[in-house]
């Protein structure tokens, strides 16, 4: 095989349509747009779903479920890669160093997939309710960090 006898492989190219260029071409005349209608036109346009005035399927079908946006910077950590940790304290932070969870994670939450044989403190890290019975049950402890609410004010009374 030399690089100059290189071809593409048969069939896998084939010629553009050279459409209204007569009728030899097989393509004059209405060059493939059929007879009359808005698509046969130039700036014949319909936007994508459009029925015609009837309303369309996308609209007539319910609305379902909802898409978070912060779900893929929260990060998902075994009770198994918590036990290979030397820390005794781990937080977000820990995690991130220990190249555990992305250096984007904005939140972690560990889960109940391994086992932890040893005493450690999560602190400010989701926990759930198995991973929680498992780190207690090793001689640890979970600390949740409170978030603020807000206070709401009351209304000035009136003079």
């Not at 553009?16 to 005349?29: A, C, L, P």
């Not at 936007?47 to 893929?72: A, I, N, Y």
Request: hydrophobic content about 35%; overall charge positive.
């Amino acid at each position: 095989m030399r690089l100059n006898t290189l071809k593409p492989a048969a069939g896998s190219k084939s010629d553009r349509h050279r459409v209204g260029r007569g009728i030899g071409s097989g393509w004059g005349k209405t060059a493939g747009r059929g007879h009359k209608g808005q698509k046969s036109r130039a700036g014949g346009f319909h936007k994508v779903g459009f029925e015609g005035g009837q309303m369309p399927l996308h609209r007539r079908l319910p609305k379902r479920g909802f898409t978070s946006l912060s779900r893929r910077y929260v990060e998902v950590v075994r009770l198994g890669e918590l036990d290979k940790l030397g820390a005794e304290e781990i937080d977000l932070m820990v995690l991130k160093q220990a190249g555990i969870v992305g250096t984007h994670a904005i939140d972690a939450r560990v889960i109940a997939s391994g086992q932890i044989k040893r005493s450690v403190t999560v602190r400010g890290v989701g926990v759930t309710a198995g991973a929680q019975k498992a780190i207690e049950g090793a001689g640890g402890s979970v600390v949740a960090i409170e978030k603020a609410v807000p206070v709401k004010k009351l209304p000035a009374k009136a003079k």
